[in-house]
């Protein structure tokens, strides 16, 4: 399971710091998601590239700013987070920009915990 | 508004036995529907999906899913489950054109050896 990593996979940090998760996907994608995993939720959907443009934002709080440099990058800055945004942060990418009929490759996560 | 719906929390099933994953959906016009697996420290991974066609779609590691418009629904099943398909399952549905997905809220699957 190469196609899509993330780093760091585990991050601690308090709610005044500013750290950024990293997602590269290798598979020629064009669309790539940011997700987020709380226990006994639903996937929410948080962000959505396509050919590096922003296509989708699902009322995100400010504090979490996504940036895709390029089709194989993506991005997720984080700043004075709160205690519930601590979840399990999953990266996607598919192939293919308009959505449709494509499946989605996840990476690994992020794991985060905000103290 | 698309919707996704696993009524069960939990499956447990003996291994060498059928097995069933329940995926109940709202969504207007023709769905894209999607099946995802889900193991511990893991990512999600594709099972398989129905686009159009046959109702019967059959997928990775011996999984296949019923797609049945009439009830809205899109069971996974499996003939003889096996103790390492234990997991954590997902349902999932997509408008036609649409990028978002909406994910049902997992079914985990517990196989007894």
């Known amino acids: 399971e190469t196609g899509v990593t993330q780093t760091p996979r585990h991050l601690v940090m308090g709610m005044t710091n500013k750290k950024s998760l990293k997602c590269e996907q290798h598979?020629?994608?064009?669309?790539m998601y940011w997700y987020k995993q709380s226990a006994k939720k639903p996937l929410e959907l948080m962000f959505v590239?396509?050919?590096?443009?922003?296509?989708e934002n699902n009322s995100v709080p400010s504090r979490f700013s996504p940036e895709c440099p390029n089709s194989s990058h993506l991005f997720l800055h984080l700043h004075t987070l709160q205690p519930e945004d601590s979840a399990l942060y999953l990266c996607?990418?598919?192939?293919?920009?308009?959505?449709?009929?494509?499946?989605?490759?996840f990476g690994p996560g992020t794991r985060l915990t905000v103290t | 508004a698309q919707s996704v719906a696993q009524p069960e929390d939990q499956v447990n099933v003996a291994e060498g036995n059928p097995l069933t994953v329940k995926c109940t959906y709202s969504?207007?016009?023709?769905?894209?529907l999607f099946w995802y697996v889900q193991y511990p420290n893991r990512g999600l991974q594709f099972l398989l999906k129905?686009?159009?066609?046959?109702?019967l779609v059959k997928g990775s590691y011996g999984f296949e899913a019923e797609f049945n418009k009439s009830q809205t629904s899109f069971h996974l099943k499996k003939p003889s489950a096996l103790v390492s398909d234990s997991a954590l399952y997902f349902c999932?549905?997509?408008?036609?054109?649409?990028?978002?997905?909406?994910f049902g809220a997992g079914t985990r699957l517990f196989v007894k050896a």
């Open positions: 996607a990418s598919s192939q293919g920009a308009s959505g449709g009929t494509y499946e989605q490759y």
């Open positions: 598979l020629g994608h064009n669309a």
């Open positions: 590239y396509s050919l590096e443009e922003r296509v």
């Open positions: 969504v207007s016009g023709n769905p894209y």
């Open positions: 129905y686009i159009t066609g046959d109702n």
């Open positions: 999932a549905v997509r408008e036609p054109g649409g990028f978002k997905t909406i």
